[in-house]
T-cell receptor
Framework: DAGVTQSPTHLIKTRGQQVTLRCSPK?????VSWYQQALGQGPQFIFQ???????QRGNFPDRFSGHQFPNYSSELNVNALLLGDSALYLC?????????????FGPGTRLTVL | LAKTTQPISMDSYEGQEVNITCSHN???????ITWYQQFPSQGPRFIIQ???TKVTNEVASLFIPADRKSSTLSLPRVSLSDTAVYYC??????????FGTGTLLAVQP
């Protein structure tokens, strides 16, 4: 049973460019959350998708957008990249219908903005 | 704002039992307590989750007192490979996870 997968592993972009990161959830999971982790910090919640809609959103600007597909996979898009967007981007998946939100994380995508 | 408080760092030696305590004074009735382990440049790895009393799995134990305002993660006989950052979180169903800075556990030979 494959866990959460993310692509690409690493990415280098320049300021002002746009980037798309991809995530496939763990089998049986239908909810996908995205987090940004700066060096030395804990992950920060960006947003969560369920049934192809954004269900919750953290304190991130509109430059950060996402999408969830019918097969539950998800994309994170960041427009007009800033140097401060350099971070490890983590995708986590979880099933619905349970009392506890046990999220399982992927390996992350390391984004470097030059 | 993180809903939990835990020590910034801890030191231990191989073979010792390590207990990391987390404070969550404002835990809600429907919140569960979850611990994650994270190695550098990797995603957090789920360790254990509980609601009350004691939970044990193959890697750790989680002790939760009756008032649920704190919890203790217990790692038996740590090894060098247990050196990592450990995060304590509280969340209910479908809630976003709010991470603090975690506890950096350093295991020495």
């Amino acid at each position: 049973d494959a866990g959460v997968t993310q692509s690409p592993t690493h990415l280098i972009k320049t300021r002002g460019q746009q980037v798309t990161l991809r995530c496939s959830p763990k089998s049986g999971h239908d909810t996908v959350s995205w987090y940004q982790q700066a060096l030395g910090q804990g992950p920060q919640f960006i947003f969560q998708y369920y049934e192809e809609e954004e269900r919750q959103r953290g304190n991130f600007p509109d430059r950060f957008s996402g999408h969830q597909f019918p097969n539950y996979s998800s994309e994170l898009n960041v427009n007009a990249l800033l140097l401060g967007d350099s971070a490890l981007y983590l995708c986590a998946s979880s099933p619905t219908g349970f009392e506890a939100d046990t999220q399982y994380f992927g390996p992350g995508t390391r984004l470097t903005v030059l | 704002l993180a809903k939990t408080t835990q020590p910034i760092s801890m030191d231990s030696y191989e073979g010792q039992e390590v207990n990391i305590t987390c404070s969550h004074n404002n835990i809600a009735t429907n919140d569960y307590i979850t611990w994650y382990q994270q190695f550098p440049s990797q995603g957090p790895r789920f360790i254990i989750q509980g609601y009350k009393t004691k939970v044990t799995n193959e890697v750790a134990s989680l002790f939760i007192p009756a008032d649920r305002k704190s919890s203790t993660l217990s790692l038996p006989r740590v090894s060098l490979s247990d050196t990592a950052v450990y995060y304590c979180l509280v969340a209910g169903a479908t809630n976003k996870l709010i991470f603090g800075t975690g506890t950096l556990l350093a295991v020495q030979p």
